[in-house]
């Protein structure tokens, strides 16, 4: 049973350019998280989505930035015209139905570097 | 708005020792707390998940405890190896929160 799965690893935009990161659960999962670990920071909550659905986004900025969990395919992470302080790693987590009491696990994370 | 304190933020230790790693939060009503170990350039790797309702959790030589009135967990690795050199990350679901609250981690180093 493959883990969480995310691609690509490492992602170069230059300022202004579109990053598109994406996410697939685990099999069976049904719940997608994303985290953003900025450099010597600790790692903050964006997003929950369920397919088809954001459930709570109340960590993502309010411009730029985008998510989605399609009834088929991959969860993206979508940040638009991105700037330098973008530059992070990006971690998706997964977890079964009943979200709340499930334990998350976590893909490997994009590291976006923003020049 | 929940926030998750770690202490120590760093501890390097000889090869051998036993040690505890502390994790505070200060909103009660979470659904469980969960210990990770996040290698450097590397991904999260789930440790332990403790429910509200439980008081510890044990896996091999690691041992993770739940105070939840008082907004305490500890993690206790036994016999400590230079291979459990890492980042140390505790976080909380619930306590207001849709996602995890985390902790900013104690990076560890075992000395061989």
């Known amino acids: ?115 | 708005k929940q926030e998750v304190t770690q202490i120590p933020a760093a501890l390097s230790v000889p090869e051998g020792e036993n040690l505890v790693l502390n994790c505070s939060f200060t909103d009660s009503a979470i659904y469980n707390l969960q210990w990770f170990r996040q290698d450097p350039g590397k991904g999260l790797t789930s440790l332990l998940l403790i429910q509200s309702s439980q008081r510890e959790q044990t896996s091999g030589r690691l041992n993770a405890s739940l105070d939840k009135s008082s907004g305490r967990s500890t993690l206790y690795i036994a016999a400590s190896q230079p291979g459990d050199s890492a980042t140390y990350l505790c976080a909380v679901s619930g306590g207001g929160a849709d996602g995890l609250t985390f902790g900013k981690g104690t990076h560890l180093i075992i000395q061989p």
Not at chain 1, 42 to 54: D, H, S
């Open chain 1, 1 to 115: 049973n493959a883990g969480v799965m995310q691609n690509p690893r490492h992602l170069v935009r230059r300022r202004g350019q579109e990053a598109r990161l994406r996410c697939s659960p685990m099999k069976g999962h049904s719940h997608v998280y994303w985290y953003r670990q900025l450099p010597e920071e600790g790692l903050k909550f964006m997003v929950y989505l369920q397919k088809e659905n954001i459930i709570d986004e109340s960590g993502m900025p309010k411009e730029r930035f985008s998510a989605e969990f399609p009834k088929e395919g991959p969860s993206i992470l979508r940040i638009q015209q991105v700037v330098r302080g973008d530059s992070a790693a990006y971690f998706c987590a997964s977890s079964l139905p009943g979200a709340f009491r499930n334990e998350q696990f976590f893909g490997p994370g994009t590291r976006l570097t923003v020049l």
